[in-house]
């Protein structure tokens, strides 16, 4: 089935002005009288974010009520100028960051309790991380680079044990990107033999099962659902494949009209039986994200009639320049997305950061700034 045939865009102007068709008054996005839309949302919200080189952690409740900053540097004791990368699991945030080594630590959103400060593996002379980690819900992995042989490993990290497997890659010049739930863990990677190829290695076993050329070239994101792995390029074309038999399952064409308007896949999620697209749109100034929710059964995406906007009448009749959007999440049962970003307010030349709500047809339930500027947004409950 050709993916023009079965996709349409979901959401959004989501920065933008959702002003299309006729409004009604009682519609927030009006905003008469210069007020900015303050409804509850469904879910809980952690925004990461950092300001003067510092992150911060952020809590906003479902009312809308944003909790102090809490110093992430401070709370892990950690330099300034240390890497920190996060995820978050269920109600766990996991950071995992460089202090001469690779280190990790887990804090419980709930109770504010940090869970411990854990090496990663025992160190070995002549070996350093190389680029950012990944995670399931029960495992980590990073890249491992050898120095003295010039060989790069992919280590697998038991959050629950502590154990780890070091599985040697094939020869290559770059590692592009990585897909990984509870059983897969998939590296793209480009070498001048192989040319662009993914390595599929299977977690329980920690061996390699697969290493296959990937055809259709400038990768940019992927999702497993169960046992597919699920592979996409900038211009919509797409391939699905069997994990457990190699075989290719689906392909897709270029969704034309998509291409044609400018737009370019950013990055995936899987949802659970659905997947969340990033589109990206340029034309020329600013960037406009928005998300595509993908159906992995029927190939179909939610949203039949709505369209992608690329008008920013919300900040701009509100007084704020549109600078761009860092990250969002969706909440599929309420059928809401949750947005951080920046903007420029006034003539104010400095970013502030901006959080908001939006349903699925692109109404905007809630908008705020917030005094950082954010990087990463989870849905919690």
């Given at each position: 089935m050709r993916l023009k045939e079965v996709v349409f865009i979901v959401c959004v102007c989501l920065i933008a002005g959702c002003s299309s068709g006729d409004n009604n008054s009682e519609d927030p996005n009006e905003n008469e009288g210069?007020?900015?839309?303050?409804?509850?949302?469904?879910?809980?919200?952690?925004?990461?974010?950092e300001?003067?080189?510092?992150?911060?952690?952020?809590?906003?409740?479902?009312?809308?009520?944003?909790?102090?900053?809490?110093?992430?540097?401070?709370?892990?004791?950690?330099n300034e100028d240390t890497s920190l990368f996060y995820v978050v699991r269920g109600d766990i945030l996991r950071f995992h960051y460089h202090l001469g080594r690779t280190h990790y630590s887990q804090k419980n959103l709930a109770t504010g309790e940090i869970i411990g400060r854990v090496n990663i593996c025992p160190p070995v002379e002549g070996e350093q991380q190389s680029g950012a980690s990944i995670h399931s819900n029960s495992r980590m992995a990073i890249r491992i680079n050898s120095f003295s042989t010039n060989e790069d490993f992919a280590v697998i990290h038991d959050i629950a044990t502590g154990s780890c497997q070091k599985i040697l890659l094939p020869p290559h010049v770059n590692h592009e990107s990585s897909i990984m739930n509870e059983s897969y863990l998939v590296l793209y990677l480009q070498s001048e033999e192989l040319g662009d190829f993914l390595v599929v290695i299977d977690l329980e076993s920690g061996t390699i099962v697969k290493t296959f050329s990937y055809g259709l070239g400038n990768f940019i994101s992927g999702t497993i659902n169960d046992k597919t792995l699920w592979v996409f390029s900038r211009d919509f074309t797409y391939q699905a494949y069997d994990l457990e038999t190699s075989e290719l399952v689906r392909q897709g064409e270029a969704y034309d009209s998509i291409v044609d308007m400018g737009l370019r896949l950013f990055r995936s999620k899987n949802l659970g039986s659905k997947m969340l697209l990033t589109l990206s749109y340029v034309q020329p100034n600013p960037v406009v994200e928005g998300p595509l929710i993908y159906d992995y059964?029927?190939?179909?995406?939610?949203?039949?009639?709505?369209?992608?906007?690329e008008a920013n009448d919300f900040m701009n009749n509100n007084g704020y320049g549109f600078v761009g959007i860092n990250d969002f999440d969706v909440d599929m049962e309420s059928e809401t997305i949750y947005v951080c970003g920046k903007g420029v307010r006034g003539s104010d030349v400095s970013n502030v950061g901006i959080f908001m709500v939006?349903?699925?047809?692109?109404?905007?339930?809630?908008?705020?700034?917030?005094?950082?500027?954010?990087e990463e947004i989870f849905v919690r409950n």
């Open positions: 210069g007020q900015l839309p303050k409804g509850s949302f469904p879910s809980n919200v952690t925004i990461i974010g300001r003067d080189d510092i992150k911060y952690q952020l809590d906003i409740s479902r009312d809308g009520v944003i909790s102090p900053e809490i110093n992430l540097h401070e709370q892990l004791d950690l059964d029927t190939g179909v995406a939610l949203g039949e009639n709505m369209v992608l906007l939006l349903d699925f047809s692109g109404r905007i339930i809630h908008f705020t700034e917030i005094g950082i500027t954010p």
